[in-house]
C-alpha cells in the first residue's frame, strides 16, 4: 500500500510540475505574440514614412529635373531678368 501512496504522490507532484510549466509556457507565448505585435505596428508605421519619403523625394526629383531642362533651354530666372 505504501508504495502505491508513494507512486500517487509523485505522479502529483509531476501532474502539477507539468501544469507549472505550461502555464509559463502559455504566458512567455503571450508576450511573444504582445512583442511580435508591436513590432509588426512599428514596421508599418517605418514603411508609412518610407513611402512619405519616397513621394517628397519624387516631387523634388521632378522639380529638379524640370528645372535643369528649363535652365538647358535658357528659360531659367536669369534670363527672365534680362
Known amino acids: 500500500m505504501d508504495a502505491i501512496k508513494k507512486k500517487m504522490q509523485a505522479m502529483k507532484l509531476e501532474k502539477d510540475n507539468a501544469l507549472d510549466?505550461?502555464?509559463?509556457?502559455?504566458?512567455?507565448?503571450?508576450?511573444?505574440?504582445?512583442?511580435?505585435?508591436?513590432?509588426?505596428?512599428?514596421?508599418?508605421?517605418l514603411?508609412?514614412?518610407?513611402?512619405?519619403?519616397?513621394?517628397?523625394?519624387?516631387?523634388?526629383?521632378?522639380?529638379i529635373a524640370h528645372a535643369s531642362q528649363r535652365q538647358a533651354r535658357g528659360e531659367g530666372e536669369g534670363s527672365a531678368k534680362r
Open 47 to 63: 514603411q508609412k514614412k518610407i513611402q512619405a519619403k519616397l513621394k517628397n523625394r519624387s516631387g523634388s526629383d521632378s522639380g
Open 21 to 45: 510549466r505550461a502555464l509559463l509556457c502559455e504566458q512567455q507565448a503571450r508576450d511573444a505574440n504582445l512583442r511580435a505585435e508591436k513590432a509588426e505596428e512599428e514596421a508599418r508605421q
